[in-house]
């Protein structure tokens, strides 16, 4: 079975600092990778995702995630951090398949002070 | 252009009683998903439609749950004789195809409260 773990519930950071959110998978087979947005009261928004190829991947809003087989993570970066980057951050895994269903991390709130 | 919308946006439920929760997806988006997000948890699958075939019903928690797209376009999400553990946020999402070719977009999602 899949499955993810996202280290760190909450994550603060200041105004221009580097963002880490860490994100660990389990799967027996190769993986489908994803993180998604949110912010309140809306929808997931889709950042970025690994499917096969690049293991860096480049995503919106100036967020990349990096695909390490060795360590089985998917973690999330952006150099540095602005105010509106204020949400909840969710990394998801996939088997693939026909149907795509999202199996998801249970989140990290990433907190940007001024 | 519209994206997936979801009504009602907030429900109040006394415990015992049935609700109906409503999916709009994106227009030609084949395939639909439903997701339960209980407070401070990651969304977990519910049920996936490809037009109005229901294809995968694995992660619906019981019988009280029952998922309809008679039409292959609008969805609704049924619990009958509703728990407080039902308490959740419901998120109903799109894709133009099955697969992961295709971006999953959310809607909104409805809270639901059960007292």
């Known amino acids: 079975a899949q499955s993810v773990t996202q280290l760190g519930s909450h994550v603060s950071v200041s105004e221009g600092a580097l963002v880490l959110l860490r994100c660990n998978y389990s799967?027996?087979?190769?993986?489908?990778l994803f993180w998604y947005v949110q912010y309140p009261n809306q929808g997931l928004q889709l950042l970025l995702k690994y499917t096969t190829g690049a293991t860096l991947v480049k995503g919106i809003n100036g967020f990349e995630a990096e695909f390490k087989k060795s360590e089985t993570s998917f973690h999330l970066t952006k150099p540095s951090a602005h105010m509106s980057d204020a949400a909840e951050y969710f990394c998801?895994?996939?088997?693939?398949?026909?149907?795509?269903?999202?199996?998801f991390g249970q989140g990290t709130t990433l907190q940007v002070k001024p | 252009g519209a994206g997936v919308s979801q009504s009602p946006r907030y429900k109040v439920a006394k415990r015992g009683q049935d609700v109906a929760l409503r999916c709009d997806p994106i227009?030609?988006?084949?395939?639909l998903f439903w997701y339960q997000q209980a407070l401070g948890q990651g969304p977990e699958f519910l049920t996936y439609f490809q037009n109005e075939a229901q294809l995968d019903k694995s992660g619906l928690p019981s019988d009280r749950f029952f998922a309809e797209r008679p039409e292959g376009s609008v969805s609704t999400l049924k619990i009958q004789r509703t728990q407080q553990e039902d308490s959740a946020v419901y998120l109903c999402?799109?894709?133009?195809?099955?697969?992961?070719?295709?971006?999953?977009?959310f809607g909104p999602g409805t809270r639901l409260t059960v007292t």
């Open positions: 998801a895994v996939s088997e693939g398949g026909n149907t795509g269903k999202l199996i």
């Open positions: 227009s030609g988006h084949v395939s």
């Open positions: 999402a799109s894709s133009l195809r099955g697969g992961l070719s295709y971006e999953q977009y």
């Open positions: 799967s027996s087979v190769p993986p489908y």
